[in-house]
């Protein structure tokens, strides 16, 4: 078991902008091996700024949305650029109905990115037996198209907001677009938790 | 008097949570009756990770804490066994109590079952070479001794409550056999998301 000096843990943190938890953490289960580490942070969806080549974005908000019942609540960060934006109206706003969104819609994973490439795989070879009376020349299309609408119901970017009338059949990336543009930073929903009481 | 094998310790830990010596001594006093075990451990409040056991708490409570800066956010869910008691207002004041407790103490895990064997071994040598220049027989109890330390830092369970007017010293584990005490059924912290802008 390799030691993780507090050294490996910043560059790790300066390389991929991951949380100094979720940096060690990576690295105990990568024994040591900072390359290993990277994938692994990626994999979980935590190396966010740096892997996308944007401008940081290493301010923010936390904000929650806790159901009625008491039995789903959701948590989320939204980063941005400033202090200055992270306590503007707009940005505040669209974390809170991202919250909300989460609750409701139940997404897996924040981007594409963040989909194991495994579990893609997985899906992929299912979606292609299921496609095994269809004519040779168009199983993979066919396969690629329910990928791609799996990958619609999963990824929260890719999800229509779940109050249509507000937001008209947009999906969560286009609103993260215009919120970006309106306050002129880099917008990044950077993570999220869902916990619904009773589930696996 | 039943012979205790290591093998119903096991089943008696992967089915309660237990620790190791509360679930022998369970057994010891159950005479290797495993269902009674069981028994006497949920009297004892000690078959916490009742996700695993017979009387299952999936009922319970999802709930969060802000910061009022906005930079720190806590989701966590409580379960207890009916819903009776998850509307119940002690069983959800110690919910909250442990959401903000969470904001300030920054633990890693709820439990100590939860830290990973390999992150527990990791410590540990660290430790055992922080000791090197201690006497070669006193060095496993000094890396010992700091490894609980250092589990009494990260572990939710293990720290005491950062009210400690209120409190007064008490761990969350012990306030939760309280709770679990006055409302006579299993309480379990189940899991916690503690997101901080920045991760500083």
């Known amino acids: 078991m390799a030691e993780i000096t507090a050294q490996a843990v910043k560059s790790l943190r300066d390389a991929t902008g991951a949380g100094m938890m979720d940096a060690k953490k990576a690295l105990v289960e990568a024994d040591g091996d900072a390359e290993k580490a990277v994938d692994i942070l990626r994999v ?13 974005a290493t301010e923010g908000v936390v904000t929650s949305y806790l159901h009625s019942t ?18 503007n109206e707009d940005f505040q706003e669209f974390a809170r109905e991202v919250a909300l969104h989460i609750a409701a819609a139940n997404p897996w994973y924040v981007s594409e990115e963040d989909v194991p490439e495994e579990a893609k795989q997985a899906e992929l070879r299912i979606f292609e037996e299921q496609a095994a009376d269809k004519p040779e020349n168009v199983r993979p299309k066919i396969a690629e198209g329910r990928l791609r609408k799996w990958l619609d119901e999963i990824v929260l970017l890719r999800q229509p907001h779940v109050n249509s009338d507000r937001h008209e059949g947009r999906t969560i990336e ?11 930073e880099n917008v990044v929903i950077r993570r999220f938790a869902r916990f619904q009481v009773g589930e696996e």
Chains 1, 2 share one sequence.
């Open 70 to 87: 008491g039995k789903i609540g959701v948590l989320v960060e939204v980063d941005c650029e400033t202090d200055f934006v992270a306590r």
């Open 174 to 184: 286009v609103i993260r677009t215009e919120v970006a543009a309106k306050t002129g």
């Open 44 to 56: 979980k969806g935590q190396a966010h700024a740096a892997k996308r080549g944007e401008r940081e």
